[in-house]
């Protein structure tokens, strides 16, 4: 089944883009990549439409990237800590065990 392409506009430049989900969520992508894409320019307002995507889209790289290094590293210490808790409980477990076989 074929999805209906949404109407979107980046950059001052129109596109029919097809998408999995509601196309709200496609139109907030547009806007999301409009909006970086024009922080690129005012920052170098000498530039090609073209290096100013470029650019946007490696910004929008790192943001991503730094998003799933900080999620692994909240994963490792969600684990870890799952690990302790684990081992005490199970040493709590044991200990009292013994008491209640004294």
Do not use: C
């Amino acid at each position: 089944m074929k999805k209906e392409p949404t109407a979107v506009e980046i950059y001052g430049e129109n596109y029919n883009v097809r998408g999995e989900g509601d196309p709200a969520y496609l139109a907030e992508l547009a806007q999301y990549v409009d909006a970086r894409m024009r922080e690129v320019a005012m920052q170098m307002p000498n530039l090609e439409p073209m290096k100013i995507a470029i650019l946007a889209a490696l910004n929008v790289s790192d943001e991503l990237f730094r998003y799933r290094k900080r999620q692994q590293h909240t994963t490792e210490l969600w684990m870890e800590k799952t690990e302790e808790l684990s081992e005490k409980i199970g040493r709590s477990l044991v200990e009292a065990s013994r008491r209640t076989q004294v």
